[in-house]
């Protein structure tokens, strides 16, 4: 069972202020990291904070992208409105990455942001996965 992922970072606060923000996640850990000058936090879901967190660990370089990496974290939307919100308020703070478009099945309709080191964030509806399948 996939329990989480960890993330190094350059600043831990503005991603996980990122995440509580556009993704709707939620502290559910906090310590500090006296070796990396920082501290650890851990994010999750809105009751999954027992089955997956998001785990953002100090001192991390920032991630250089290529232009055809499509590498992302991927968050499923209930509706194409809820996409299209997202974008809107992606474009108004400067991190909207690729407007909302609509793709074939298996894709179906999304955008990406990229959070304050680099990493791209998918939202998503229509997909096989979460709300909209």
């Known amino acids: 069972m996939l329990t989480h992922i960890a993330l190094h970072v350059r600043d831990v606060d503005a991603v996980a202020a990122f995440y509580k923000t556009f993704c709707g996640l939620v502290e559910v850990h906090e310590r500090p990291d006296p070796a990396k000058g920082g501290h650890v936090v851990w994010l999750a879901e809105p009751g999954r904070e027992r089955q997956f967190a998001f785990v953002l660990i ?61 990493n791209a964030v998918e939202f998503s509806y229509g997909q096989p996965l979460g709300p909209g399948a």
Do not use: I, K, N, T
């Open 58 to 118: 100090p001192a991390g370089p920032e991630r250089q992208r290529h232009p055809r990496d499509f590498s992302h974290l991927g968050f499923a939307l209930g509706s194409r409105e809820a996409v299209d919100a997202v974008a809107a308020r992606a474009e108004a703070a400067g991190c909207l990455m690729w407007p909302p478009r609509q793709e074939r099945f298996p894709v179906g309709y999304y955008c990406g942001l990229r959070d304050p080191d680099g």
